[in-house]
């Protein structure tokens, strides 16, 4: 059992029977590598039309990235976020179309070191389209080679590192939701990749956890509950060598006794609150006290089930 406050779900793509060809993806990588190097650069460019897609990505000018470059910045940032939204929808093309050729593309261009770049280096709305492209592709890859590729160059774990250093609320839930994206793919397979051996760390677990503390929002602390069930659920030794730790076991106890503990105190509150009022008034402190209750009762539900 979960908590009832829903889930925090990447945009879905509108195929509208778009088709793509190789070219047209190689275009597209392309002008997504030119837009970083515009960035790093903090000069204006003009991407080429060579291989631009059919839903308007050729002739995309980069404006300058640095702060107070006025509407030059905000044409860059508009343009690379359609450009990153793009291509996912072009890879996911390829992987309903039952071609692995377009991911290929997507790897031997290094897309994935191409788009932690744009996250870490520019702007808070380009970092958030990243984070719900790599959701996408994560959540869509048919393909149990293109998964492993996409996932063992350590580029997730760099975007998941730098998502919690941001202080964008939109950002930080959108990370979450790609904690909990990354966990329904977790098993014996895929958790290596989430595991840094050399630091003797659990990345995805630890982010999972310290979201549960910062995300004020209850849609995303209900993503990092997720996540976390998901990973205590897996049966793998390798990942219960660092999850069974009794540090690891402290810490995630001392989260979930303190969201309870707050729910208690929203209840007792709730109950408390005076019933004087009119009719409309008092049905909303009813539901106010009903929400409470079942928040608190699906948290019981979660720790049995953990």
């Not at 990092?224 to 995630?252: C, G, M, Q, S």
Request: charged content about 25%; some cysteine.
């Amino acid at each position: 059992s979960l908590p009832r406050e829903g889930r925090c779900e990447v945009p879905s793509i509108g195929w509208a029977g778009m088709k793509y060809t190789l070219a047209e993806m190689r275009g597209i990588c392309g002008k997504v590598k030119a837009a970083l190097g515009a960035a790093s650069g903090g000069q204006a460019s003009r991407m080429s039309n060579g291989g631009a897609g059919p839903a308007g990505a050729g002739g995309l000018e980069a404006g300058p990235q640095p702060a107070g470059a006025g509407g030059g910045t905000k044409k860059w940032e508009a343009e690379t976020v359609e450009l990153i939204r793009l291509l996912a929808e072009v890879v996911i093309y390829g992987e309903r179309s039952g071609s692995e050729a377009y991911f290929e593309v997507f790897a031997e261009e290094e897309m994935m070191a191409t788009l932690v770049g744009l996250a870490t280096r520019t702007t808070a709305s380009v970092g958030v389209q990243v984070v719900q492209t790599v959701s996408i592709l994560v959540q869509n890859l048919r393909h149990e080679e293109s998964l492993f590729l996409m996932l063992s160059s350590n580029h997730v774990n760099e975007l998941v590192a730098a998502g919690e250093l941001s202080s964008d609320e939109e950002a930080r839930a959108n990370l979450v939701s790609l904690l909990k994206t990354l966990s329904l793919r977790l098993d014996s397979q895929t958790v290596q990749f989430f595991i840094d051996d050399a630091a003797d760390r659990f990345p995805l677990h630890d982010a999972a956890l310290r979201a549960i503390d910062e995300s004020g929002e209850p849609l995303a602390r209900a993503s990092a509950l997720t996540t976390l069930l998901n990973i205590y659920k897996l049966d793998d030794p390798h990942a219960r060598r660092f999850v069974d730790r009794a540090e690891t076991r402290a810490a995630f106890y001392a989260q979930l006794v303190g969201l309870m503990s707050s729910e208690i105190d929203g209840l007792a509150n709730a109950v408390g609150r005076p019933r004087a009022g009119s009719q409309l008034e008092r049905r909303r402190a009813a539901a106010a006290v009903e929400s409470r209750r079942a928040q608190l009762e699906d948290l019981f539900y979660y720790a049995r089930d953990v």
